[in-house]
């Protein structure tokens, strides 16, 4: 599992200036956005196994897992965005993300400890089936069930060979009856009702472009080259993006409240 520090600008437009927008950032980054497709699952701490260490049998040995200090784990995965992806479509490869509390102080830029690692079916596992159904028993070993889910759709620039600026929109899905489905023994209905009907050509998006500017930088020991110096370019990068598309809207730091990944667990 990578750990990063992410730094990262917030802004927000209306959908009447998109194609302005796109124009301007292709022509400032020098490239053509990168289209983007992903559905994003939420799984919260269940209450049952909040506070406790958990017993994850690995290679035919029991690992004790400790709790990850009540935050959601956002489960990512690319979506094919034409017939022909469609078509010939492989079995998802999922992206984990556990962020941490986004720092306070006066860095002109929202710092944030994220966690990510990527989850792959197993050699064991038919590579020709949807493994959502692993995914979610694999998380359910861990105490940890589903929450919500979202698709988003948008587009990405890289700005200076560095800095990504992420342009999206999300579709909040409403998992409609799904208190009706048992939670405690079969994740595999819980997966199934997630992966049905989730249609981006028929998805209601939310009328409000995000602007995601950030630098995600890999630190400690184990790392090549100047924590510090690393983190001063990372902050310069963003601070250039800023000045040079000031016309065109206004990067800032977000409420870190928005960005807080902790779940208030009800006993």
Do not use: C
């Amino acid at each position: 599992m990578a750990s990063l520090q992410q730094f990262s600008l917030y802004a927000a437009f209306a959908p009447s200036k998109l194609q302005h927008i796109l124009s301007i950032l292709s022509a400032v980054t020098g490239m053509r956005p990168i289209s983007l497709l992903q559905q994003h699952i939420l799984f919260s701490p269940s209450i049952s196994g909040h506070g406790s260490s958990t017993s994850v049998v690995t290679g035919g040995a029991a690992v004790s897992v400790a709790p990850l200090e009540s935050s959601r784990i956002d489960v990512s995965r690319d979506l094919p965005q034409n017939l022909d992806e469609k078509e010939n479509a492989k079995p998802p490869e999922w992206t984990l993300t556990i962020p941490t509390i986004p720092e306070s102080g006066k860095r002109p830029v929202q710092v944030q400890a994220i966690s990510k690692t990527k989850f792959r079916p197993s050699e064991e596992i038919d590579q020709n089936v949807d493994n959502i159904s692993t995914l979610f028993r694999f998380l359910r070993a861990l105490d940890y069930v589903y929450a919500y889910d979202y698709l988003e759709r948008g587009y990405i620039f890289v700005y200076n060979g560095i800095a990504t600026i992420k342009i999206s929109q999300i579709s909040p899905q409403l998992p409609l009856q799904l208190h009706e489905i048992p939670m405690g023994g079969d994740g595999d209905q819980v997966a199934s009702t997630v992966a049905r009907g989730r249609d981006p050509d028929n998805a209601k998006f939310v009328n409000t472009w995000v602007v995601h500017a950030y630098v995600e930088i890999v630190t400690g020991p184990e790392t090549v080259g100047d924590d510090s110096e690393k983190v001063k370019i990372a902050i310069e990068r963003l601070e250039s993006l800023k000045a040079e598309i000031g016309g065109l809207f206004e990067l800032e730091i977000p409420d870190r409240a928005l960005l807080d990944p902790r779940v208030q667990m009800r006993r």
